[in-house]
């Protein structure tokens, strides 16, 4: 069975913190692992990595991906209140399913 | 920027009654999905859809379900007979190409089956 699994699954920081956001997954016919920002509804694109090794940056949000180890992580440097959202992780399984994780709950207090 | 429009936001329906949630993909995109979210649980993949068809479904998406494109710019999902667990946030979702895209997602429509 698929599996992508976030941690921690809660994170409360504060402002100016670095923070690291975990993702393992087992899925069969892996092709791409992606990174959405959910903070009231609709997820918001962040990354999206097919290579191993090969560092994503947006501003303070970076991502890589370890095809051996399966696993991706998501940092984000000199938090703000901002970033305060639900992180979640998913995975294109074969040609267009994803398939998502619980998330993490980032919380950022000034 | 181009964006996902879905509606009604939200919407309250009657245990057995049918709802019919309505989405607007990108204009170019080619390829549409439905997932769910149920409060406090994962997102879930429910279908995708690509040449007005049904190009992959989930064990979720069973008869009660189906989908259509009925003119060129909408994409609609129909529960039929809904239940109490159909309780959600439904996520309508579109990307261009298959397998090398992100997939862009609206806003949702959350519905509350009584």
């Known amino acids: 069975e698929d599996k992508v699994v976030q941690s921690p699954l809660s994170l409360v920081v504060h402002e100016g913190d670095t923070v690291t956001l975990n993702c393992s997954y087992e899925v069969t016919n892996f092709r791409s692992l992606l990174w959405y920002k959910q903070e009231k509804k609709a997820p918001t694109f962040l990354f999206m990595l097919?290579?191993?090794?090969i560092e994503k940056k947006s501003g303070r949000l970076s991502s890589i991906l370890d095809k051996k180890e399966l696993f991706s992580i998501l940092n984000i440097t000199a938090t703000q209140t901002g970033d305060s959202a639900i992180y979640l992780c998913?995975?294109?399984?074969?040609?267009?399913?994803?398939?998502f994780g619980q998330g993490t709950r980032l919380t950022i207090n000034p | 920027e181009p964006e996902v429009t879905q509606t009604p936001s939200h919407q309250v329906t009657q245990m057995g009654q049918e709802v019919i949630l309505r989405c607007v993909p990108i204009s170019n995109h080619l390829y549409f999905y439905w997932y769910r979210q149920i409060l406090g649980q994962k997102v879930e993949f429910l279908v995708s859809?690509?040449?007005?068809?049904?190009?992959?479904k989930s064990e979720i998406f069973d008869d009660q379900f189906s989908v259509e494109r009925p003119d060129g710019s909408n994409f609609t999902l129909k529960i039929r007979s809904t239940k109490l667990e159909d309780s959600a946030m439904y996520f309508c979702?579109?990307?261009?190409?298959?397998?090398?895209?992100?997939?862009?997602f609206g806003q949702g429509t959350r519905l509350t089956v009584v």
């Open positions: 979702a579109s990307s261009d190409r298959d397998k090398g895209t992100e997939a862009f």
């Open positions: 998913a995975v294109r399984r074969g040609a267009q399913k994803l398939v």
């Open positions: 097919t290579s191993s090794g």
């Open positions: 859809f690509y040449n007005n068809e049904i190009s992959e």
